[in-house]
């Protein structure tokens, strides 16, 4: 594919999205070069459809969607991080939303993106962010059993300085 | 669809068999397990499980400082770990802003590209093994194992091969090292093509990889395909030449790519991409040498705070001492922030996004394994298919256990 010259620019990305959704509902910034914003919850959906229709645009690539976990920022501990790609002109953005840890409802992009499908049910499985309208929003690699989301910050890896436990069996009594 | 067996009316007996194809099956190459809904031999609907060999990765990289994560990495797709290992260096080096001499970025490519061979070769001889062609997987060992041979020399090890450093490599390449490549340069082309003779043109294997599980390039992008089988459905996006890496740029290579995105024109771009890595070894491998001099002895940048200090001077020299003990403790500054780095890995762009609060370890990391997310198209790949069909697509699709269930 032509690698386009005239790639438009973060500035005019920023412009395209607080056009359409207005000023306040924006938060951008950039790291490491990368277009970074992030957005109230509810309207994830119409800003990864605007992102992917909207010709000049054009991200239609779904890189990655991943959770991650603040406990300290209240009512917004759970996160989800979109990764996209303009595969045309060869950019990259992320895209954050945040919920509440109470209730981490979170709209699926899995009718947009079927690679979405596995990534939020892998999201699920370790952060307990429930995707509305996902179609089978269960557990991927850890067993259905499980009943705790296993990378949230409160469950820390075991320590290893503890003194109860026989870890003969381990090289480790 | 019409079927043979005619049920009486309420009968509670289905027409479909329910196959169990997994977790540990000869035919899977990997710990995967598929329950399959056949009717006769062909595939109504199938439901995938994976995670029979989740280890937590991205949990443990939380306790981790960064050195401590280089072995995790060797360990997802474990046919061509040092692509993972310097995948992740290069993340890292993106995060501390640091930035590597020439010479380590081409050293970097003839291994990486060496890499790419092996991981291709495997999943193109296994392609053969599973429609009946064993000796071609035999053949091409021999060339894995002088593949391992040169990581051996580089690093000291084979598999996981934990190679590199922050910075560069542990060392310099040795002249074995640099022997053991040009004997690969010599003997790789004449298997490589007699591997291609074996299969490409053979009546037999066309008539079984062709038009079998095939994807639309549209399909496949939007199910996040990425690497060869990408590349098999036509779209020619590949990491090395939209976001370069490690001085790919200075390297004269093509992209193969295909048409119908079915089993044989994936066998067909990764044996074009064989040929291609063979170009760029031979590239590189002339470059290395035009380094003359002192020129020739740099294998690594120069960053105190992240490159481990010489094993000799860490016994005998106190500075290097505490470096040593600052860096695997995770005690030297990491700057905040957040970055998204990948590579082309064996089968497809290896992304690694790294939150760091500026802590001793990452406060989050999250690999982007290719294969955990073409793998959710498995289904529909093979749906309709003969079940004979579907093993081939799966050892066409390079799946690895290690990497899908991270």
């Not at chain 1, 990259?92 to 840890?101: D, G, W």
């Not at chain 2, 040169?150 to 590199?164: D, H, M, P, Q």
């Not at chain 2, 542990?170 to 790789?188: C, G, P, W």
């Not at chain 2, 390297?251 to 170009?279: I, Q």
């Amino acid at each position: 594919m032509e690698l386009n010259n005239m790639a438009i620019t973060s500035a005019e990305i920023l412009q395209k999205l607080t056009q359409k959704f207005g000023e306040d509902a924006i938060h951008s910034y950039e790291s490491y070069g990368m277009f970074t914003f992030e957005t109230d919850k509810d309207i994830n959906l119409k800003v990864l459809q605007f992102l992917y229709e909207e010709p000049s645009l054009n991200f239609q690539f779904l890189t990655d969607l991943c959770g991650i976990h603040y406990p300290d920022n209240t009512g917004k501990e759970i996160g989800v991080v979109y990764h996209l790609h303009n595969l045309v002109e060869n950019i990259r953005i992320r895209y954050k939303v945040f919920a509440p840890k109470d209730a981490p409802n979170i709209f699926t992009a899995s009718k947009l993106f079927s690679a979405a499908n596995w990534m939020e049910r892998e999201t699920y499985d370790f952060y307990g962010v429930n995707f509305i309208g996902h179609p089978k929003l269960k557990r991927i690699l850890n067993v259905d059993e499980m009943d705790y989301f296993p990378l949230r910050k409160e469950y820390p890896l075991e320590d290893q300085t503890r003194i109860d436990k026989d870890d003969e069996m381990f090289g480790r009594g | 669809m019409e079927h043979h067996v005619k049920l009486p009316e309420g009968s509670i007996e289905k027409l479909t068999t329910t196959l169990n194809l997994g977790p540990t099956h000869p035919a899977t190459h990997g710990v995967f397990q598929n329950i399959l809904e056949l009717d006769g031999e062909r595939i109504i609907s199938t439901e995938q499980s994976v995670g029979f060999i989740h280890r937590a990765f991205e949990k443990l990289a939380e306790r981790r400082p960064l050195y401590q994560i280089t072995p995790i990495t060797d360990r997802l797709n474990y046919c061509s770990s040092p692509i993972n290992n310097m995948g992740w260096h290069l993340t890292c080096e993106k995060l501390l802003k640091i930035s590597t001499p020439k010479r380590v970025d081409y050293l970097r490519v003839i291994i990486m590209e060496l890499a790419r061979i092996s991981d291709h070769l495997i999943c193109n001889s296994i392609v053969g093994v599973d429609s009946g062609a064993y000796t071609g997987f035999l053949y091409v060992m021999q060339q894995r194992e002088l593949i391992y041979e040169i990581y051996e020399e580089v690093c000291g090890s084979r598999l996981t091969t934990n190679i590199g450093r922050v910075g560069g490599f542990e060392r310099n390449f040795n002249n074995i090292a640099f022997q053991k490549i040009e004997k690969f340069l010599v003997e790789y082309p004449k298997v490589l093509k007699e591997f291609g003779n074996l299969f490409i043109r053979n009546r037999i294997f066309m008539d079984r990889l062709q038009n079998t599980g095939g994807i639309s390039a549209e399909r496949a992008l939007n199910y996040g395909f990425t690497g060869p089988n990408l590349r098999a459905a036509g779209v020619d996006y590949d990491v090395r030449v939209h976001s370069p890496y490690s001085s790919y740029e200075d390297f004269d290579f093509n992209v193969p790519v295909g048409k119908t995105g079915d089993n044989y024109d994936r066998f067909l771009v990764r044996d074009a991409e064989m040929w291609e890595s063979l170009k760029i070894i031979e590239q590189a491998y002339q470059k290395v040498q035009e380094f003359k001099g002192t020129d020739a002895d740099v294998f690594h940048a120069e960053v105190p705070e992240y490159y481990l200090p010489k094993k000799e001077d860490v016994y005998t020299k106190m500075e290097a001492l505490i470096w040593h003990f600052k860096i695997i403790m995770g005690e030297t500054a990491i700057p905040k922030g957040e970055v998204y780095n990948s590579v082309e890995g064996g089968n497809g762009e290896l992304g690694f996004y790294f939150v760091s609060d500026g802590g001793r370890t990452p406060y989050r990391l999250h690999f982007r394994r290719p294969c955990f997310i073409y793998y959710q198209a498995y289904e529909e790949l093979i749906k309709n298919g003969l079940l004979s069909d579907a093993i081939i697509t799966m050892s066409s699709l390079n799946l690895i256990a290690g990497e899908l269930d991270a």
